[in-house]
């Protein structure tokens, strides 16, 4: 599997997931239960589920005016969206290919090493 199939499917599953985290946080707020922390929604966000959340936030009207958390989950998707835009520059993304096609191959040799050591 390519670096970048494992990356699209890594990012697909992270924005579900804090979509439906978002749903669910939404869903304890109605009903006056135990929440999901702030932080942990803005962790998930940072390491790659920002639009995920801005859509549960759009769909289920969930933490629109909480400040600072609207305010830093903005930031994290500009931060994304800027991310993406420097793709598109071909040495920025030969670099960043280079570097997951590295991290793939390391990974991949390192979990190849502890089964064979099992």
Known sequence: ?????????YLL???????ALFWWDKRCAIERRWRIPE???LTLCLIGGSL??????GIFRHKTRKEPFRTSL???AVLHIGFLGALVLPEFRASVMNILTEATSYV????A???AAA
Not at 108 to 111: E, K, T, V
């Open 13 to 19: 599953a992270l924005n579900l997931l804090t979509l």
């Open 74 to 76: 903005n930031a994290i």
């Open 113 to 115: 090493s502890l089964i």
């Open 52 to 57: 995920g959340a801005k859509t549960g936030q």
């Open 39 to 41: 932080s942990t929604l």
């Open 1 to 9: 599997m390519s670096p970048l199939t494992l990356i699209l499917l």
């Open 108 to 111: 991949l040799g390192l979990a």
